[in-house]
């Protein structure tokens, strides 16, 4: 495994580097990887293991020297004892994907349950607030399948459905009218690879990021299939999203059941999927919790008093 740690101080690798590279050399040598400076960044490889925690190390490192203006052996030598004593479950099941070698890790008991559902099934469906990494966490499962060549391709699609579909009233043409709702899913890609990649497999089709209207009449083989906002497709819509998934591929199907804007009355597509495909066996189903949300601190207070509004509102009514 190779991965690029890009460096945040260009005029401090001297002292981030140690005198003679001594710091460089303690990482070499305590966990086995090769350590190349390249102008603003630096090439680690070695086990994929092995090199993760070297590039979460560098990561300390920098933020040390960004902090306390200087970095000292002891210093390297503690974060390398940290890394060690702290092989959590989380740890273990870190994502590696493209950009700045960005190691992704689930922060929460939830957030690693869903990231062996995903792992473990061909078909995952995830519900929890906003802020849970539903989307973030999905996205970086098939972006490091697609780097380790598992599959070829990525598929997103999104409901364009926000308090009503109003598609028409927008300016523009087709693409401009659904890239709003479609913002998070690039949002996503972007913290996991720079934009010209990006780019570059959106125009290959390799990523490919659509309304879900457009997911009808096709089958999606060696892909990764991510559906964001099903809380807002029809039964009918989810039902024809699910058929869509062919030989080699994955789906996950994500949504908040607490933020449906559908018409009243109408039910939720992930809803009725849920309670039909309960019992089928090879189907991850994960429900995050306020628990589980890992944005500003803020947000899961938001959430929980919310929560409460609805509870004593429905006590009242």
């Known amino acids: 495994m190779e991965i690029t740690v890009q460096l945040d101080s260009p ?42 925690k070297a ?49 992704i890790r689930p ?15 061909d078909l995952t469906f995830c519900t929890g607030p906003a802020g849970t990494g539903k989307t973030y966490l999905a996205v970086a499962v098939a972006v490091a399948m697609l ?13 364009a459905v926000e308090a009503g579909e109003k598609l028409g ?12 709702y479609l913002r998070p899913l690039f949002d996503a890609l972007e913290d996991m690879m720079d934009f010209a990649q990006m780019k570059k497999f959106i125009e290959l089709d390799i990523i490919e990021i659509i309304p ?41 199907i994500t949504g908040d059941v607490t933020q449906i804007d559908l018409d009243k009355g109408q039910k939720s597509g992930i809803v009725e999927a849920i309670e039909t495909l309960r019992r089928i066996k090879g189907i991850g189903f994960v429900e995050l919790t306020q628990k589980d949300i890992v944005r500003h601190k803020l947000v899961q207070k938001i959430v929980q008093a919310y929560k409460k509004k609805t ?5 009242t009514s």
């Open 311 to 315: 509870k004593a509102s429905a006590k």
């Open 107 to 121: 922060n929460t008991s939830g957030q690693l349950k869903y990231v062996e559902a995903m792992l473990a099934n």
């Open 55 to 103: 590039a979460g190390i560098i990561d300390k490192m920098q933020k040390h020297l960004t902090k306390h203006h200087c970095l000292t052996a002891g210093d390297v030598s503690a974060f390398i004892s940290r890394s060690d004593a702290a092989e959590t479950p989380e740890a273990k099941h870190a994502i590696t994907v493209f950009a700045k070698n960005k190691s």
């Open 11 to 52: 005029g401090r690798h001297l002292e981030l580097f140690g005198p003679a590279d001594a710091h460089l050399r303690l990482l070499r040598q305590s966990l086995g990887v090769r350590i190349t400076a390249r102008q603003n960044s630096l090439v680690i490889s070695g086990k994929d293991s092995d090199v993760t």
């Open 169 to 180: 009233f927008l300016p523009g043409d087709l693409q401009a009218k659904v890239n709003p």
């Open 212 to 252: 879900l209207a457009f997911m009808r009449g096709r089958t999606l083989n060696e892909s990764v299939v991510i559906c964001d906002e099903a809380q807002n497709t029809m039964p009918l819509q989810m039902l024809m999203m699910l058929t869509r998934l062919g030989h080699g591929s994955k789906m996950i």
């Open 147 to 159: 780097k380790k060549k598992e599959i070829r391709r990525i598929v997103l699609a999104r409901p």
